[in-house]
């Protein structure tokens, strides 16, 4: 769609950020000082509809405004998570303005991580479909974590926005303890027309797979493979962590002893309580059976024009 003078039109877009990432919280960057960043490439910003909601339901009624070709999400992954449970099925695209610690799904799109370069990906960018996963009506982009990574993460989250060399010492030392003070969870796994009962350290549903090789450390081999991949640890020993750690550094980790690997499309976990789920790094808390399921190119987003692969 073009104007008179054959010239596409400034997108329009809504802006939502997550007050509650690092680069807001520390000061340097201000909602308004990013809506200025976007008008700056001649985008029209639209207003909120609802500022003062909650982060779940702004991005809801930021969907609902009319005539928008985006919605501008500023966060990090677990914020754009929760921008895919709005988004996933529409026809809106997702914008990524990457402030988060990770950003693993920016770098997976191969998305800018400077703020310039992502402004510039929001005005010029093309639309391309990626793949979803969903595990009981909560949807994550990058991986669903199960077991003593889901049990640190709460460590992590109280010292959000905080964490020192001190922290980082105490939470390698808490790693350890939980090692043996935490037994084995213990649910039935439903795959691929098998039920067996089984007891993990770890467990992992990935959107995808991941790349091996030197250098890949949880970068995905794609974001629309059309595939969930489990990763099961059953035990885990300081040894063993050790190994694991090495194998993802060098990126020989999937021929490792002890890590059980299947892809599929769907998987049933049950359990006799609820579980703690760790949804693309935010943790929640879902009472079993868990149901996860993919959800082929459900989410639309805008990536370079020229793709970086």
């Not at 702004?58 to 928008?68: D, F, H, N, S, T």
């Not at 026809?91 to 799109?109: E, S």
């Not at 962590?241 to 976990?269: K, S």
């Amino acid at each position: 769609m073009t104007n008179q003078s054959g010239e596409a039109p400034a997108r329009r877009v809504v802006l939502v950020a997550n007050l509650a990432v690092g680069a807001l919280v520390d000061g340097g960057l201000t909602p308004d000082a990013l809506r200025e960043r976007l008008e700056a490439v001649g985008l029209t910003v639209v207003p909120e509809p609802r500022p003062d909601a909650s982060l779940p339901e702004r991005l809801a009624a930021a969907v609902e405004v009319p005539g928008i070709d985006a919605v501008a999400v500023a966060g990090g992954d677990g914020t754009l998570a929760c921008a895919a449970q709005a988004l996933a099925g529409q026809k809106i695209p997702l914008a990524i303005l990457p402030l988060g610690t990770m950003n693993l799904l920016a770098k997976d799109l191969g998305l800018p991580l400077d703020l310039d370069g992502a402004v510039d990906v929001l005005a010029t960018g093309l639309v391309r479909r990626i793949d979803a996963g969903e595990v009981n009506g909560h949807v994550f982009l990058i991986n669903s974590v199960l077991g003593m990574p889901a049990r640190m993460a709460r460590h992590r989250e109280a010292r959000r926005g905080h964490m020192g060399m001190t922290d980082l010492l105490r939470m390698a030392a808490g790693l350890l303890r939980h090692l043996g003070r935490y037994p084995r969870e213990r649910a039935v796994l439903s795959l691929g027309g098998t039920v067996r009962r089984v007891r993990f350290r770890t467990l992992a549903v990935v959107c995808g797979d991941y790349r091996e090789g030197l250098g890949a450390v949880l970068s995905r081999a794609g974001v629309d493979g059309g595939h969930l991949t489990l990763y099961l640890v059953e035990t885990l020993s300081a040894a063993r962590l050790v190994r694991l750690g090495l194998g993802f550094a060098v990126g020989e980790w999937r021929r490792l002893p002890g890590l059980e690997r299947h892809e599929t499309d769907a998987l049933t976990l049950d359990a006799r309580k609820a579980l703690r789920v760790m949804n693309d790094g935010e943790v929640v808390l879902i009472a079993p059976p868990l149901r996860y399921r993919l959800l082929p190119g459900a989410l639309q987003v805008l990536v370079p024009a020229e793709d970086p692969r």
